[in-house]
């Protein structure tokens, strides 16, 4: 390896520093500081996707993850964890059921309707063609969410700190997307 290619992997202590910054915008900015990085993460995890699945990038569709991600999922899923937390304090498998169940079976199919439908008005379709992505979309989309999304949840919910829960879930969304592009490429 060369100098020159040395010099551009960040160490250990580069890494360290951002992630101590990032600690530090999410308790100064909680909102925000999710808000932009759901953003980046999702229009990342859309252009990422579009490129693995080896079409031409879509600026109109990674816009459209890019403006979702930081204007409804950033904020929405930071108040969703909050809640979740006031609903069902404490510790103890009953809680942490409580929590998981409720964001399974009551959030998650809300948001999934909302995300289809506005994904498409960003993209361009109208409110029939959205909602008719919705009709075509959603079952299946459902149950894809239930069965990759439950134990990443499970984790998330119960062993990730709670100003991290919006970061990791947008990270297992860039790692769900890439790997869903890989397949259709296979």
């Given at each position: ?15 360290q ?21 759901s ?6 995890g859309s ?140």
């Open positions: 390896m060369s100098n020159c290619e040395q010099t551009h992997r960040p160490s250990y202590g580069q890494i520093s951002l992630l101590a910054f990032y600690q530090r915008l999410l308790k100064t900015n909680p909102i925000l500081t999710k808000s932009i990085t953003g980046i993460i999702a229009c990342a252009t990422l996707s579009q490129v693995v699945a080896g079409g031409a990038v879509s600026t109109k569709v990674s816009r459209s993850f890019l403006i979702f991600g930081s204007l409804v999922t950033g904020p929405v899923t930071h108040y969703l964890y909050i809640a979740l937390d006031k609903l069902f304090p404490g510790t103890g498998l009953a809680k942490s059921l409580l929590r998981v169940l409720t964001d399974r079976l009551v959030f998650s199919p809300a948001f999934l309707f909302l995300t289809i439908y506005l994904l498409g008005r960003l993209q361009g379709l109208t409110n029939k063609e959205a909602l008719d992505a919705v009709k075509e979309k959603y079952f299946s989309s459902l149950l894809a969410n239930w069965k990759i999304w439950t134990v990443p949840q499970i984790v998330n919910i119960n062993l990730v700190a709670p100003q991290n829960r919006v970061l990791f879930a947008n990270l297992v969304a860039l790692v769900w997307n890439f790997y869903l592009a890989s397949a259709k490429k296979k």
